[in-house]
């Protein structure tokens, strides 16, 4: 049980899901914030970013309330690889991940009354090599438009062309649970 309230303020039903299976009770709020930044800003830097942008949108804090905001990107070739814009772009992404290896970088931000705190995970991931009828067939079924780099690990892709991970799986999700766990207990101790 909660001894405090949490707000996830995130839309993402990736996100949703995860914090549920960690058995926390949670009240959902979505931020409309623009997510552009800098292009001086690398790999995390861009996802700590715009989590603390995210954080300062939501405004004041209450007493005994956290505030969680995340954000993830795919790394390649020193870029970011974020959700695509339309199918034709979901599957130019596809096609520049096949065969190659990228990083993905989640930062979570945690907000209460009186401090913020942003932690990042990283992992790395390992894509089989995928034919154009593939790169098809998924965009068409699993519509990947609202995932950064045009994947989720959770479904087809990372069944069928997905070969190894270092790192966690939940942080390619969107979530580094094993982080909001932590912290969450940590923070149920400070209100006890």
Known sequence: MNTFKIILASQSPRRQELLKSLNYEFKTLHLNIDESY?????ENQITEYLVEQKSKHYGKVEDHTVVITADTIVWMNEHALE????SEQAKKMLQDLSGNSHKVYTSVGFTTKNDFKVFTDCTEVHFLEMNDNEIEFY?????PLDKSGSYGIQD????????????????IMGLPTHIVYEYLQNLTFKFM
């Open 38 to 42: 800098s292009p001086l800003l690398k």
């Open 156 to 171: 087809w892709i990372g069944l069928a062309k997905i070969n190894k991970i270092n790192g966690s799986f939940f942080t």
């Open 83 to 86: 959700k695509p814009k339309n």
């Open 139 to 143: 965009v068409n079924n699993y519509k």
